[in-house]
């Protein structure tokens, strides 16, 4: 069964930098679009980011933009988030999701990042 697994949160202050990675299994990792999405206390899903299946195409929310990179290890079925310049407006549960932006079919259980002082 398809399976997504995220790590790498925790508390972090702001202007410090946070790895997320998302260890995937149970279809084929390499031949799907991936995304991260966010989902900050009392607010809906809001997307961050997306890869294409060969990792060379990306595509970020203007609110991420420039200080989140996100990235693929096909070879290790592993999804990636590099967090830069984290804010407190940040903080939020952080999913990898199957799929393109708004079109999902699985989820991970989540990883809280928190940014504050």
């Known amino acids: 069964q398809v399976q997504l697994v995220e790590s790498g949160g925790g508390l972090v202050q702001p202007g410090g930098s946070l790895r997320l990675s998302c260890a995937a299994s149970g279809f084929t990792f390499s031949s799907v679009v991936m995304s991260w999405v966010r989902q900050a206390p009392g607010k809906g899903r809001e997307w961050v980011s997306s890869i294409n299946s060969g990792g060379g195409s990306t595509s970020y929310a203007d609110s991420v933009k420039g200080r989140f990179t996100i990235s693929r290890d096909n070879a290790k079925n592993t999804l990636y988030l590099q967090m830069n310049s984290l804010k407190p407006e940040d903080t939020a549960v952080y999913y990898c999701?199957?799929?393109?932006?708004?079109?999902?079919?699985?989820w991970g259980q989540g990883t809280q990042v928190t940014v504050s002082s």
């Open positions: 999701a199957r799929g393109n932006k708004n079109r999902y079919d699985y």
